[in-house]
């Protein structure tokens, strides 16, 4: 905070966070200083410079939100600029944490992203947004991309699961009911966890769930592996084939199929309450 607050006080006034930076004020766990990210309209003279990047583009006051009494793009905006700026996998990292924060839900954020069509971002965070989910960790949602783009089913995130008695025995990070098997990303902290750890896989164990344990050393150097184990797993009833995966197409095909869903889900939350919210 300190760094940003140092850079607003050299920056114009019209200067708004942007990016990363916008991002880390939104509570979203990203690296805000490396660079500084602001957007400035056309007409100002501030340039990048070391340390600072500087876009030049209009910005409506219905854009730019005050946190922490800095300026920033919206957290939509914020997310969209994220989407071009980085892989897809890697924004939606960023749109899981704000989802999981409870800063905003993929329905209103497919609502923003349709009502901006034709917007820098929005046609990649409209094509997102549905496949959000509260993941607790970036690993987490990179496994459970890596395994969509496989074409292996989605899971569910975060799912609590009980035993015959309806007790609760624990909450697996990824989940496939039809299959009861439960996938879990062992962090960093894992050691220290063990014990904890090691009775709850007892517990799901005993009352009858499949458990696959995966580490970040598995998604990132040996995800074969992890692709093989799960759809081995899984049995050949519950995957789909490879060449109807959504991943395994091309980025036209893969975005067609998904705006029809992201229209179907908007068309049925407007027929309902249209209780789902906005972001903040």
């Known amino acids: 905070m300190s760094t940003l607050s140092a ?11 942007a990016g990363a930076s916008a991002a880390w004020l939104f509570g979203l766990d990203v690296e805000p200083t490396d660079p500084v990210e602001v957007v400035v309209p056309p007409s100002s003279g501030i340039r990048t410079r070391t340390g600072l990047v500087v876009r030049h583009s209009e910005i409506s ?11 920033a793009l919206s957290l939509p905006m914020t997310l969209a600029e994220l989407c071009m700026q980085r892989p897809a996998m890697e924004a939606l990292v960023a749109i899981d ?12 954020l497919a609502r923003y992203a349709e009502a901006a069509r034709g917007r820098p971002g929005m046609s990649r965070l409209r094509s997102l947004a549905l496949l959000a989910a509260p993941a607790e960790s970036p690993m987490e949602t990179r496994l459970r991309w890596l395994l969509m783009e496989a074409g292996l089913p989605r899971p569910e995130v975060q799912t609590n699961l009980v035993d015959a008695s309806a007790r609760f025995v624990g909450r697996a990070d990824l989940y496939y009911p039809a299959a009861r098997l439960a996938l879990e990303y062992d962090g960093g902290n894992h050691r220290d966890r063990l014990i904890e750890d090691d009775r709850r896989q007892n517990l799901l164990i005993n009352a009858g769930y499949r458990l696959l344990r995966f580490t970040a050393a598995d998604v990132q150097g040996r995800p074969d592996v992890v692709v093989a184990q799960v759809r081995a797993a899984l049995g050949p009833r519950f995957v789909r084939s490879e060449r109807k995966a959504p991943f395994a197409r091309s980025k036209r095909s893969f975005l067609r199929k998904t705006n029809r869903i992201v229209r ?7 027929r309902g309450s249209g209780s789902a919210g906005r972001p903040r």
Not at 7 to 17: G, H, I, Q, T
Not at 61 to 71: E, K, N, R, W, Y
Not at 97 to 108: H, K, W
Not at 264 to 270: H, Q
Request: hydrophobic residues 50%.
């Open 264 to 270: 179907a889900a908007l068309a049925t939350a407007r």
């Open 97 to 108: 944490m704000a989802v999981q924060r409870r800063l905003t839900d993929p329905i209103a």
């Open 7 to 17: 850079w607003r006080r050299v920056l114009p006034p019209d200067a708004v966070f």
């Open 61 to 71: 006051s219905g854009d730019v939100v005050s946190v922490s009494g800095l300026s």
